[in-house]
């Protein structure tokens, strides 16, 4: 499966983004998440969905403000951001995981989000 986000942008701090991911296939049995990637940091993963329950699961970091959702009939997975830090600056990649972990399969190309 191939994936590519959209959404990046540059804002201001306490501004609002939403990522999409657009999957090429069928997603309805994958376990999906957003990674991102700071300047000079590891990867991380912010957010993921699980397949079937559609339980979420966030990094104590964006807690509170990011929504992760993801829409089967569109084979497309929302990152909703909220209340942006400077902190979250970073390329923000989408995923296609091993169910029940961090572990990914598919990675996305990524998209830029720049918060000043």
């Known amino acids: 499966v191939q994936l590519v986000e959209s959404g990046g942008d540059s804002v201001e701090a306490g501004g609002s983004l939403t990522l999409s991911c657009k999957a090429s296939?069928?997603?309805?049995?994958?376990?999906m998440g957003w990674f991102r990637q700071a300047p000079g940091k590891e990867r991380e993963g912010v957010a993921r969905?699980?397949?079937?329950?559609?339980?979420?699961y966030y990094a104590d970091s964006v807690k509170g403000r990011f929504t992760i959702s993801q829409d089967n009939a569109k084979n497309t997975v929302y990152l909703q951001m909220n209340s942006l830090k400077p902190e979250d600056t970073g390329i923000y990649y989408c995923?296609?995981?091993?169910?029940?972990?961090?572990?990914?399969?598919?990675w996305g190309q990524g998209t830029q989000v720049t918060v000043s």
């Open positions: 995923a296609v995981r091993v169910c029940g972990s961090w572990s990914v399969r598919y």
């Open positions: 296939g069928d997603i309805s049995n994958y376990c």
């Open positions: 969905i699980a397949t079937g329950s559609g339980n979420t």
